[in-house]
């Protein structure tokens, strides 16, 4: 529960105390200059630490994951503190730093480089509004991860690079500038409702919303050329979403689970989509494919119960067996006469000679004549069509 140093040490190495669960205190003495990477990673019970004036480095993780540390204060000779030092540190709400420190202050308990150009850490008892000073031009990642308090956050003109607000469950509205390139996942920001994306962005990464279960409106700009797997994961109450022009691909499970998606806008510049993309989008009564599209993969629509009508645009040449898989009111496949692969009849999807029929609508009921020139019948061709009394 409790450890004294002796004097003589000059130094906590890699993981020395790592998953000491039951440690609550520990006393660093004056010898001690540099606590190194994952030291008191996972720590989870130590609740308060002294550090001594001659340490000059805090390594990597050193105290990642100590769930009770409640306020952190930076000696004034520490000039390294390592990448996600303090991470999911929940219960801390004051991170202060020695006047003298060279390298490092803090401003309303968040750290920040001695210049204040970056922001390097925000407590995760940080709570309500929070505006990040003006001059910052960088936000480090992870800075703001698991500040579950926190219900906005102005961040100013002049910040460049990623940011990331993983884990801000209270978190409603965030506004990012001109000149942020790259966003970082804001998972299980279940509270967020509304995202602007700004124009300076090229990319979504993958699963950067996952789990924003309030998110309504999201506005991708025309400069973002890709978006991620699952960037849109589980957005329950997203209710449309416009892909921009230049994205080439809907990739695995881009808005998987969005079930109040009713609409969504495909450019010319997509060719395929893949695995998953839009399962159990239940809400979705429509979609317009663009010519440009050549592929639909396995189980990308599935579930899509408010689907209707599927219309195959000229170049589409690869429709995976699943990708309608349990479209209940699915009631016609329609082909572009262009179309090369597909063919359609009576509402029913075959290939382009008529020779096997590949998806019957779930709609489709009564009596159904096969056409005589068929001769074969794909896997799945009949699955769930139980308003069929006779083939």
Known sequence: ????????????????????????????????????????????????????????????????????????????????????????????????????????????????????????????????????????????????????????????????????FGGCSSLTSVNIPDGVTEIEPFWNCDSLTNVTIPNSVTSINPYTFQGCYNLTDITIPNSVKSIGDGAFYDCSSLKSIVIPDGVTSIGYSTVWGCSSLTSVVIPDSVTDIEYVAFLDCSSLTDIVFPDSLTSIGTAAFTNCSSLTSIKIPKNLTTIDDLAFDNCSNLSEFIVDPKNPSFSSEDGVLFDKNMETLLICPMTKSGTYSIPSNVTSIGAVAFKYCEKLTLI
């Open 1 to 164: 529960t409790s450890v004294i140093i002796p004097d003589s040490v000059t130094s906590i190495g890699d993981y020395a105390f790592e998953s000491c669960a039951s440690l609550t205190g520990i006393t660093i003495p004056d010898s001690v200059t540099s606590i190194e990477d994952s030291a008191f990673d996972g720590c989870s019970s130590l609740t308060n630490i002294v550090f001594s004036d001659n340490l000059t480095n805090i390594g990597k993780e050193a105290f990642s994951n100590c769930y009770n540390l409640t306020s952190i204060n930076i000696p004034k000779n520490v000039t390294s503190i390592g990448e996600n030092a303090f991470y999911s540190c929940s219960s801390v709400t004051e991170i202060t730093v020695d006047l003298d420190n060279s390298a490092y202050t803090s401003k309303d308990n968040v750290l920040f480089d001695k210049n204040m150009e970056t922001l390097l850490h925000c407590p995760a008892k940080k709570s309500g509004d929070y505006t990040i000073p003006n001059g910052v031009t960088s936000i480090e990642s992870n800075a703001f991860l698991h500040c579950s308090e926190l219900t906005s956050v102005i961040i100013p003109d002049g910040v460049t690079g990623s940011i990331s």
